[in-house]
């Protein structure tokens, strides 16, 4: 028996793990140890449906009878596969199933197809509303409409279109009812998305992000929509149920599968990553910049990471001013669904739950948000897993037949019922935009309490009374259906609501602040009243709901006087369009109560500031005056976020003050670098040669760095950093002119090629002659093996690209019973892997990190990676070939894209290059990863290496 902890608001709450045997999965067969699940003692999981009920779950929605709905994705990835080896039924498009527990014995015996359509290609997204079913399938938002209640759609509405990513994880995905009575959704970074709503109103936003299909092949950053900005990356969006009012609620993510709202209003989301030790949960404010791009779009985390920032603080851009705090770090994995159980049917401990599928770990995570100041503290506990705990070490490789890491949750919803529901896509894999099972198989989990049977309420929705109790309901799109009937009674159903309010549970009192608010002047006059609870929340949820139905600028002085941070937060969030005149009296106030620590609060004054930065900066400099060398906290945080052109000479000043400490200084930098303006650009290369080594190094980081793209167009940066070339580079020159030259005898020429594949130029070069044609078969398969050994790891990455190496063919399921000896399998990574890839503290951060890769994978998938590295390339590691003007060719990952493009080559060193010198530009196909044959690794090298890297 296992012990878990799980955290209530501080107070800890012990239950052990019970072992439930689930019922009889057909695919494992009956009793196997694989089918079973692992929760919290009080509560038990039950197999309510499996395929052939239905087939590969991506996501679901339930409605007010109880009834799962489901989109499937059979024709995922269906580019990858034959025909002949997927699974056959009759295709018109992908299908949306109602799966239905008719008898009410806890198990779905029934399941009807509610829609086949070609428009659906593995959609990622559903929303049941009432007699509307909403589907999100990039590139459009379908809304389904069941007129006379048949269970089959009588109409179909591309309701919003233009997103990108089709067939594309990193595309649209599933809409939720928030409780402001409005849609909130979301899409992944696989863009360009152009959006327009209803009112014309239309969203422009991409990224340098191209990859995963081979229709996501155009993409760009610095796009701008109708407000004048910049969204980028992946975006949460809303938009009123008439199709108008489209907003960009947050953006910059990677991959966020899901957002989900609570009852205050707060946003929830989880993200993937591209390396496997950084994914996350976050707490979502509105505006928010969750980091994974530049702010514009047109640079790869990868470009931007500096000196001493770990993969974490890189990987989500947490030393940039305007980026939003991460959240919690959940490691590797690929984070999927996620909930906020707000239902009182599972037990009082588990209400406030937020909860986070991760499919990459086997396991669904549990939070119960902590307040912080103007956020939320995330402490995460394993809550539901095919593991007894999902973190434990597990020896893979030591066993064939284990296919508890199948378990793959792609969605967690709760029923009207109160019970949690779990979608299960099972797959050997997840993620990189690959499925091993063929069969399509899927199932759906339910989790109820121990020993008591939930049912779904009848709902009469026909009557004040039965709203209300929808209103009340624990699944979100059936508690819309009470928000919406009750809003069209107007303040006729003013008592009813406001009984509301002395309810015990805590989120039935915030939806009725919310509904109140869009009840006429008497609903709006009873929660303006509420701005004065002794209640922060009530506060917070009263000014939210007062903004969402109205102008707020009546509020806005006061409640920035607010001694609830969160309150303010929002209150800087609302100032973000107000002009200055309007909004300085408010700015000031949230510049007087700001403690100089609060990440949230300070990202909101920032917010507040968009379009003012050397207005509100004057008010910093007003509220706090000092000496740049003394600046207090709130200083020299407000100036680091806003950081105006006004600021450089302080900046300059602060950054080379030996009183300063070095963080502080390294802070007053990273401000400077953010300026565009050749001011800052001149203070930054003065600062290059200051005394003070940590000063000299970072800022010459920055003027390396900024010339290749915010201050390129400063100053002639390639005068000032010209390099003459080497008399070695030369010598290579000359020789590769003899390699080409037809005129000479061959043996000349193979000899000047022999001469080239030692030299770490010389290489490079012959990989361009070969790239382009230009090298004749003869000399290089002369030259191929010294290739393999020369001195330079790029050329002899490169070098497997171009270059055939002999080798015998790798059976991966004769490996796979092959014994794995790990203390051998340690010294292959430190000899053939280590220079690219990082495990533990071993390694490089070129490829991707490698140390946290046994909670993802498992054995046979992990050979497969090693062995066919080019079937699903890592995103952000996609290969690159670009010559210039002048025949110069550079191979690597592509960084940066935009008037300067940078390439990281496969040793690590970085390559810009001015775009209008480009001739051309490709995306090789193959992964820049060897294969094992051209590393001379034979099964049994191979057999160690998976063991070591599966053990850790």
Request: a negative charge; aromatic letters at 8%.
């Amino acid at each position: 028996m296992k012990v878990n902890t799980f955290f209530r608001y501080g107070t800890p709450i012990l239950g052990s793990i019970l072992l439930l045997t689930l019922s009889a999965v057909s695919l494992l067969g009956p009793g196997d140890e694989n089918s079973r699940l692992y929760v919290p003692d009080d509560l038990e999981a039950t197999l309510w449906a499996e395929a052939p009920l239905f087939y590969n779950p991506t996501n679901m929605d339930i409605d007010a009878r109880g009834r799962v709905w489901i989109t499937e994705a059979v024709n995922y990835r269906s580019f990858k596969t034959k025909p002949e080896e997927r699974l056959s039924h009759e295709q018109k498009g992908d299908r949306v199933m109602i799966l239905e527990d008719k008898d009410g014995d806890g198990r779905a015996e029934s399941s009807k197809v509610y829609v086949e359509d070609t428009l659906l290609t593995a959609p990622l997204g559903i929303a049941v509303i009432g007699n509307k079913v909403i589907v999100s399938c990039a590139p459009n938002l379908i809304i389904y409409t069941d007129l006379d209640g048949d269970d089959k759609p009588d109409k179909r509405e591309i309701f919003l279109t233009g997103f990108g990513g089709f067939d594309h994880d990193h595309s649209l995905h599933s809409l939720v009812t928030g409780p402001d009575g409005r849609w909130y959704f979301n899409t992944g970074n696989a863009g360009p998305h152009t959006v327009a709503d209803q009112d014309g109103w239309t969203l422009r936003s991409g990224s340098l992000y191209t990859g995963g299909t081979p229709y996501n092949d155009k993409n760009e950053g610095n796009r701008k929509s109708d407000d004048g900005r910049v969204w980028v990356g992946g975006l949460a969006l809303r938009i009123n149920p008439d199709g108008t009012g489209l907003k960009v609620m947050g953006h910059n993510f990677r991959n966020s599968y899901e957002v989900c709202l609570d009852s205050y209003g707060n946003m929830w989301q989880n993200d993937n990553d591209d390396q496997v030790i950084t994914c996350r949960v976050s707490f979502l404010p509105e505006n928010g910049n969750a980091g994974y791009f530049a702010a514009d779009g047109t640079r790869f985390w990868q470009a931007d990471r500096r000196p001493g920032q770990t993969m974490f603080e890189a990987h989500w851009h947490q030393d940039d001013p305007g980026v939003m705090p991460a959240g919690d770090n959940t490691g590797a994995g690929s984070p999927t669904g996620i909930v906020f159980y707000e239902g009182d049917e599972l037990g009082e401990k588990y209400r406030g739950t937020l909860l986070s599928c991760e499919a990459g770990r086997n396991v669904i995570f549990a939070y119960q948000p902590e307040k912080q100041g103007a956020g939320f503290t995330l402490n995460r506990k394993d809550l539901i897993s095919s593991f007894p705990q999902a973190s434990e070490r597990y020896e893979w490789f030591e066993t064939d037949t284990d296919t508890r890491k199948w378990f793959r949750p792609s969605d967690v919803a709760v029923g009207p019922d109160g019970a949690l529901y779990i979608a299960d896509w099972y797959d050997p894999i997840v993620g990189g935009h690959a499925m091993q099972d063929k069969k399509g198989y899927g199932r759906i989990y339910r989790i109820t309490p121990k020993g008591k049977k939930l049912t779904a309420p009848t709902l009469n929705l026909t009557t004040t009374e039965g709203l209300v109790q929808a209103l009340k309901n624990p699944a979100v799109n059936v508690r819309a259906l009470g928000f919406e009937g009750l809003k069209k009674k107007g303040d006729g159903v003013l008592e009813e609501v406001q009984t509301m309010l002395t309810a015990e549970n805590p989120y039935h009192r915030a939806r009725a602040i919310w509904l109140l608010a869009q009840l006429g002047d008497k609903g709006k006059n009873a929660v303006e009243k509420m701005l004065d609870s002794p209640d922060a929340t009530v506060r917070l949820t009263a000014f939210r709901a007062l903004r969402a139905a109205s102008d707020p600028s009546p509020y806005l002085v006061k409640m920035a006087q607010d001694p609830d941070a969160a309150v303010r937060r929002e209150v800087g969030i609302a100032l973000r369009d107000v002009p200055h005149a309007e909004a300085k009296v408010s700015i000031q106030n949230l510049i007087k109560r700001y403690d100089g620590q609060d990440p949230w609060l300070l990202e909101a004054l920032g917010t507040a500031a968009d379009g003012k930065e050397t207005d509100v900066y004057a008010l910093v400099k007003g509220t706090y005056p000092a000496d740049p060398v003394q600046w207090s906290p709130q200083r020299a945080n407000l100036t680091w976020r806003l950081h105006p052109v006004q600021a450089i000479d302080d900046l300059k000043i602060r950054a080379a003050s030996e009183k300063v400490p070095p963080a502080e200084r390294r802070k007053a930098l990273t401000a400077l670098a953010f300026i565009n303006d050749r001011k800052a650009a001149e203070a930054m290369i003065a600062l290059s040669k200051s005394h003070l080594p940590d000063v000299s190094s970072t800022a010459l980081w920055w003027v390396n760095f900024r010339k290749t793209n915010d201050w390129a167009n400063l100053m002639d940066w390639e005068t000032a950093t010209a390099q003459v070339l080497s008399p070695e580079y030369k010598r290579m020159l000359e020789l590769k002119q003899k390699v080409t030259d037809k005129s000479l005898p061959e043996p000349q020429r193979i000899e000047a090629a022999r001469s080239m594949a030692d030299n770490a130029s010389g290489g490079n070069m012959l990989i361009d002659l070969k790239s382009q044609g230009q090298l004749p078969g003869t000399i290089a398969t002369v030259v191929s093996e010294q290739l393999f050994k020369n001195p330079d790891q790029n050329v002899r990455v490169m070098a497997s690209q171009f270059f055939a190496r002999q080798g015998k063919e790798l059976k991966m399921d004769f490996v796979a019973r092959m014994k794995a000896d790990v203390s051998h399998g340690k010294s292959v990574f430190e000899t053939n892997c280590a220079t690219c890839h990082r495990h533990g503290e071993q390694g490089a951060d070129i490829g991707p990190d490698l140390t946290m890769i046994h909670q993802k994978f498992d054995k046979m998938t992990l050979l497969d990676a090693i062995v066919n590295p080019s079937a699903s390339i890592v995103f952000g590691y996609e290969a690159y070939t670009v010559t210039t003007k002048k025949g110069e060719t550079y191979f690597g990952f592509l960084l940066s894209d935009g008037p300067t493009v940078v390439l990281k080559d496969a040793a690590g060193q970085r390559h810009a290059i001015k775009a209008d010198q480009i001739k051309s530009r490709e995306k090789l196909p193959t992964s820049l990863m060897p294969e094992p044959t051209s590393l001379g690794l034979d099964e049994q090298s191979l057999a160690d290496l998976t063991g070591y890297l599966l053990s850790f």
